[in-house]
């Protein structure tokens, strides 16, 4: 990583008429994980004028893609189980509308959040911008240092990190989770905790509704109880339960572990490398609406709603 400063003007001037030019000419950004796809012309075709978003970030890696559908075929099959196998079946109208109506919302919900976290740009800085005028733009004063990420080639702000994956440096890189195929950062970590907690809320309703629907038909004849002959609903059930509690259990430690850390103003990636903050640190309530936006309601519990960021000076390097 090379780092310059108003300090040594003079050095910079005369790299840049002669070794650092060479330099710049050979090393070119590595090539982007992702692709950024705009939707713009797809809105236009159906008469959409006010766009919901212009642009969609989409993480190319294979695994990732791979792990993304499968979180999609587990919901798709809790959905399954719980409708057509549990309550459809059942006889009482109220316990059917009431449970599949809560259960249906909660995984529109936590599907929502997983799509708007897979497909939004978690706070990527822009390619090969660490360029003498931008640099000269900062206005850096007297002994103060602007870092360049040398497989970027970017002016790199604080506290950001370069994903190997994405190929690209985000501002409070927090880690790459492959289940959204995506990074976590700045943009998108309200979005990851609202998939951690639905997914976790439908784990823990899912086991409910399995035990109480398993513990019900052995109180009965099972003809009539089931979607399902008592073999086959036996297995479903089994599977629906170890699903909820390995993925319950996973998305709670996650979702508890990302509070954490915001409430501490420290991301996973600073917590690993122990780095000495060297920026202000907010309060937990301040680091709770940095994240979830201001002031507190209904929408911090929406995947549909914007948080507005305040950025502070440092991220101004992202020019």
Same mark, same amino acid.
């Given at each position: 990583?090379?780092?310059?400063?108003?300090? +040594?003007?003079?050095?910079?001037?005369?790299?840049? +008429?002669?070794?650092?030019?060479?330099?710049? !000419? /050979?090393?070119? $950004?590595? $090539?982007?994980?992702? !692709?950024?796809?705009? *939707? =713009? $012309?797809?809105?236009? =075709?159906?008469?959409?004028? +006010?766009?919901p978003f212009r642009y969609v970030w989409f993480v190319t890696d294979a695994c990732g893609i791979v792990c993304a559908v499968l979180t999609w075929l587990l919901i798709l099959y809790s959905q399954y189980v719980v409708m057509f196998i549990m309550l459809l079946p059942n006889p009482s109208m109220t316990y059917t509308t009431f449970h599949a109506t809560v259960f249906f919302f909660l995984s529109f919900l936590a599907a929502s959040s997983h799509l708007r976290t897979m497909f939004s740009d978690p706070g990527a800085i822009p390619k090969g911008n660490a360029t003498r005028e931008n640099i000269l733009r900062l206005g850096l004063k007297e002994g103060q240092v602007v870092y360049k990420c040398p497989k970027c080639i970017s002016i790199k702000p604080e506290r950001a990190h370069h994903c190997s994956v994405c190929q690209r440096c985000i501002r409070k890189m927090d880690h790459h989770c492959p289940w959204v195929n995506n990074c976590v950062g700045e943009n998108n970590q309200k979005y990851f905790v609202l998939f951690t907690f639905y997914i976790c809320f439908i784990s823990i309703y899912s086991l409910y509704l399995s035990i109480n629907h398993f513990v019900t038909c052995l109180g009965r004849e099972w003809k009539? *109880?089931?979607?399902?002959s008592p073999p086959a609903t036996t297995v479903f059930l089994i599977f629906l339960i170890f699903e909820g509690l390995l993925f319950g259990i996973f998305t709670a430690i996650m979702c508890a572990t990302q509070l954490s850390s915001i409430c501490t103003d420290e991301t996973a990636i600073e917590q690993? !490398? !122990?780095?000495?903050?060297?920026?202000?640190? /907010?309060? /937990?309530?301040?680091s709770i609406k940095a994240v979830f936006g201001h002031p507190f309601s209904w929408r911090w519990f929406s995947p549909f709603d914007q948080p507005k960021f305040v950025y502070p000076h440092s991220y101004m390097y992202s020019v």
């Open positions: 990583m090379e780092s310059y400063g108003e300090t +040594n003007t003079d050095n910079y001037n005369d790299a840049e +008429n002669g070794q650092l030019i060479q330099k710049q !000419k /050979k090393s070119t $950004p590595v $090539p982007d994980g992702i !692709k950024i796809i705009d *939707c =713009r $012309p797809i809105f236009r =075709r159906f008469g959409i004028r +006010n766009l009539g *109880c089931s979607g399902a690993l !490398k !122990k780095e000495q903050a060297t920026w202000e640190r /907010k309060s /937990k309530w301040l």
